[in-house]
């Protein structure tokens, strides 16, 4: 698939080949035409979107207002419970993060990558850009979906959230640029473990095990360092428009998950232009 792919992105004429290397703009593209060729990313994209639409359904229409407790009703956020399928969506995008450059050294399709590529930070970048952009924009259009369901199933009686009220668009925003992240978290953790079972175990470590490794150590270490878990920062901060305690502030969050990815991308750039293929 790589082969044909260098074929089309640059024909033999083409200045890039003659140089015999490529810019940023035709490394992309080829990322690009890889992406979307590979079934696994479709099918990705529609576990995430039910996930989405799916657990938001299911979250806002079995919510009973009028039996709910006094303390239920202060705390009720339509908008955080409309995005329990983040749950869900993070990991997919997680393990479509990952395939994006262990599938590549799975398959040995990555000594012909970095034969046509082989300045190795530029071809993990475009990989990088090709990934968020796409990330991005399904994230986005599901958060919104995920939002408009919600609130068309929400029992009558029970408070409705809209996107000019504060805090509602921040929050629907923040939550499809969130699994967008994790994809490049995951990326990057990919080009340091290069394995695919090593690299979403990894990912599903960071996201679901280290939260539940606070448990047993206390309220305050669970405060203290469980708001700077990914998992815990989308759940108590990016999504909620209601203020929770012991939570970062959503710009806050929303810097440490972008920190994370840059330092997850920076390493595994290390790793690729050090290791051979």
């Known amino acids: 698939m790589t082969t044909a792919t260098l074929d089309r992105a640059a024909g ?3 200045p890039s080949r003659t140089e015999g290397r490529y810019g940023f703009r035709t ?3 080829m990322e690009w035409l890889k992406l979307r060729s590979v079934r696994s990313t479709a099918w990705i994209g529609l576990v995430f979107g039910a996930a989405m639409i799916g657990l938001a359904i299911l979250a806002l229409s079995h919510q009973n207002w009028s039996a709910m407790s006094a303390a239920g009703r202060a705390s009720f956020d339509p908008v955080e419970q409309g995005f329990a399928g983040l749950a869900v969506g993070q990991l997919a995008f997680g393990v479509l993060g990952a395939l994006v450059i262990t599938s590549e050294f799975s398959s040995g399709m990555i000594r012909a990558t970095l034969a046509a590529v082989p300045h190795r930070p530029l071809l993990l970048a475009a990989k990088a850009a090709v990934t968020g ?3 991005l924009v399904a994230g986005e ?3 919104f979906g995920a939002f408009a369901v919600g609130e068309a199933v929400l029992r009558s009686g029970a408070p409705h959230a809209t996107l000019g ?4 668009l921040r929050a629907v925003l923040m939550a499809g640029a969130y699994p967008a992240l994790i994809a490049l978290i995951a990326l990057g953790l990919g080009a340091v473990i290069r394995h695919t079972a090593g690299a979403i175990s990894a990912v599903a470590g960071i996201l679901f095990v280290l939260p539940l490794i606070l448990l047993p150590l206390g309220t305050s270490i669970q405060n ?3 708001q700077f878990m990914p998992m815990l920062i989308a759940e108590n901060s990016l999504t ?6 012991h939570t970062l502030s959503p710009g806050v969050g929303f810097g440490v998950l972008c920190l994370y ?3 997850a991308l920076a390493v595994g750039t290390w790793a690729l232009a050090r290791r051979d293929a």
């Open 261 to 263: 990815a840059v330092v």
């Open 240 to 245: 909620a428009v209601k203020p929770q305690s």
């Open 12 to 14: 033999p004429g083409s």
């Open 133 to 135: 952009a796409v990330t």
């Open 27 to 29: 490394v992309a593209q």
């Open 224 to 226: 203290s360092v469980g």
């Open 141 to 143: 259009l599901f958060a």
């Open 165 to 168: 009220q504060p805090g509602v």
